[in-house]
């Protein structure tokens, strides 16, 4: 793509360094909330409703619906909102274990699973090490996401990019973590919604309007064919992927835990589901319009960067604050999370350090800047050498997913020990390695998850006690 006119890049300049510091100046005010470590780690049980809804779905709608949905709705039309679906589908599944898990006043998806299966330093290493790869993933795809775009329309180095977007997303975590994450993802998120359905019209109307956009496109990709034009085996594909990496993801938790009202947990978890539904209309509407306007693009993912060229000035730099507003909301949400489990499983389960209130917020501060420099780092180094973080996902998923809800289905009647934990995690990572090796068609993750769980089934039957009336839930301790 050819970078834009000088008045336009520094349009765009100005327009992406107001909203970074209208975001920092959020983190700073909201950040004034945080007055303990349970504060910045967890945002302390304080989020009313609507902004967990909202920062669920800034956290989620990242840089790949700007750039991988919209090529799904650029080849197989509305079929995008299959893929939409299955976060939805997760986010419900979810909410059968909401209530508990708000309950128990956890902090990290480790605290979960030890919560179940009883404190093991083995038990917290892996589950701390299977939550912490999809953000620490998140963190560099966002920060590549930002470089390449920015760079397709302004011409600037990718080095001096990576520096900006890392320093923006400092500023929406060091204030006041997860509270001034959460509530400057609340702000941006509404922002979000707004210029995603407006640049969704505007592309419709830039096509020529709907009228010739059903003339132009295959009518399997905009009428109601559409929505499974993907074809039924990538369906199932995108289901067995995407829903078990919803159902992991520290990130969607963290706002759980974080939720003021404990009735309120479900309630989030639902109506974030359907705002990503928003996101498919973007992805949607966008993908046809570039598909009524230009049909023969050999890259369908080139879909969102080819509509840039296309875009009037002022409109350009409305959409660039947009991609600041979408790519650093996610970006922050993720960098706060792996911090989150560095600092409460690494550092003070695993390690067994209590550094007390300031202490460890301020050691929170200092892990939150290496962890940053270390995602610009790989961002600048290997900015085409990122697929290995796609399967970051689905090794998670795989050694996270039984444990968690299999261990929540069996933990009223047995006495599930770490043994059980321990074998069903690593057994999900061998069972994920050995099929990606092997390359099957159904996604490694189910296999691994398959495997986790038979293997939890089968060492808990081994090793679990049946629980009786009088038998309380306490936490074994196997350090």
């Given at each position: ?43 302390g ?8 809804v ?78 912490l ?39 929406f ?33 830039l ?5 010739h ?21 990538q369906?199932?594909?995108?289901v ?23 009735s ?29 306007m ?21 409109m ?52 939150t ?22 399967a ?53 993750a ?34």
């Amino acid at each position: 793509m050819n970078t834009g006119s000088t008045g336009q890049v520094i349009g765009i300049s100005i327009a992406s360094l107001l909203v970074i510091g209208w975001g920092a100046a959020m983190s700073l005010y909201f950040g004034r909330r945080a007055k303990t470590s349970r504060d910045w780690l967890s945002a302390g049980e304080s989020l009313p409703l609507f902004v967990v809804v909202i920062t669920q779905f800034a956290a989620a709608a990242g840089g790949g619906v700007l750039i991988a949905h919209v090529g799904i709705g650029y080849q197989s039309g509305w079929s995008v909102f299959i893929y939409e679906g299955c976060v939805l589908v997760g986010f419900l599944l979810l909410t059968l274990i909401a209530r508990w898990l708000r309950e128990q006043s956890f902090t990290t998806v480790p605290d979960v699973v030890t919560r179940l299966f009883g404190q093991h330093r083995l038990v917290t290493s892996i589950a701390a090490l299977a939550a912490l790869v999809v953000p620490f993933g998140w963190i560099v795809t966002q920060f590549v996401a930002f470089a390449k775009l920015f760079g397709q329309l302004t011409g600037i180095s990718t080095p001096v990019l990576v520096a900006v977007i890392t320093v923006a997303s400092l500023t929406f975590v060091l204030p006041g973590g997860l509270t001034s994450v959460a509530w400057a993802d609340f702000v941006f998120g509404i922002f979000k919604i707004a210029m995603a359905l407006a640049v969704a019209f505007y592309g419709i109307h830039l096509a020529g309007g709907w009228d010739h956009i059903t003339k132009t496109v295959p009518a399997k990709l905009w009428s109601a064919e559409g929505f499974t034009a993907v074809g039924w085996q990538q369906a199932w594909l995108w289901v067995a992927a995407i829903i078990p990496g919803t159902l992991t993801n520290q990130l969607y938790y963290q706002r759980v835990f974080a939720t003021k009202k404990v009735s309120d947990a479900r309630k989030g978890l639902a109506f974030s589901g359907a705002t990503m539904l928003v996101s498919g209309v973007y992805a949607g509407c966008i993908g046809l319009t570039v598909r009524s306007m230009n049909p023969n693009l050999t890259n369908p993912e080139d879909a969102a960067g080819w509509l840039l060229t296309q875009l009037p000035s002022w409109m350009l730099i409305a959409f660039a604050a947009f991609l600041v507003a979408t790519i650093v909301a996610t970006s922050g949400a993720a960098l706060q999370s792996t911090v989150a489990t560095l600092t409460r499983d690494v550092y003070q389960n695993i390690g067994g350090k209590d550094a007390g209130e300031r202490r460890t917020v301020a050691l929170s501060r200092i892990i939150t800047v290496v962890v940053a420099a270390l995602g610009a780092m790989l961002a600048i180094a290997f900015p085409a050498a990122l697929a290995w973080l796609v399967a970051t996902y689905a090794y998670s998923a795989a050694a996270l997913a039984a444990p968690i809800f299999l261990g929540y289905a069996l933990h009223r009647r047995r006495q599930l020990k770490p043994v059980a934990a321990i074998g069903s995690m690593v057994a999900g990572l061998v069972g994920c390695g050995a099929a990606q090796l092997l390359g099957t068609t159904v996604p490694y993750a189910v296999y691994g998850i398959a495997t986790s769980a038979v293997v939890l089934l089968v060492l808990t039957a081994a090793t679990s006690e049946k629980r009786t009336p009088a038998t309380p839930q306490k936490v074994v301790s196997n350090a």
